[in-house]
Nanobody
Framework: QVQLVESGGGLVQPGGSLTLSCAASGSFFSISAMGWYRQASGNQRELVATITRGGSPNYADSVKGRFTISRDNAENTVYLQMNSLIPEDTAVYYC?????????????WGQGTQVAVSS
């Protein structure tokens, strides 16, 4: 089985920072893309940032210049450094990983971690 475990969410004031992390564990051959999505109450899930195995990032326009995605391939972990947070960033953040196991690739998702930006 494969499991993605997220950590680092919480309540922060506008302008503050948080770092999310997500570690993949279980039996698999390799991980290609990893990333973060978020879902605010009443909204659809939206992309925040993704990163290739080689480290090339891609960001949603709404977070460019404020968020930084990174990964540690040796630890099968992806991070999301969030700076200059605004109330509109409030959402449940989900990590995902495209994982190759038994000859096929599949997307796996974490359970979600709540981020709340409020004064």
């Amino acid at each position: 089985q494969v499991q993605l475990v997220e950590s680092g969410g919480g309540l922060v004031q506008p302008g503050g920072s948080l770092t999310l992390s997500c570690a993949a564990s279980g039996s698999f051959f390799s991980i290609s893309a990893m990333g973060w999505y978020r879902q605010a109450s009443g909204n659809q899930r939206e992309l925040v940032a993704t990163i290739t195995r080689g480290g090339s990032p891609n960001y949603a326009d709404s977070v460019k210049g404020r968020f930084t995605i990174s990964r540690d391939n040796a630890e099968n972990t992806v991070y999301l450094q969030m700076n200059s947070l605004i109330p509109e960033d409030t959402a449940v953040y989900y990590c995902y990983a495209a994982i190759l196991r038994f000859g096929s690739q599949k997307d796996y998702w974490g359970q979600g971690t709540q981020v709340a930006v409020s004064s």
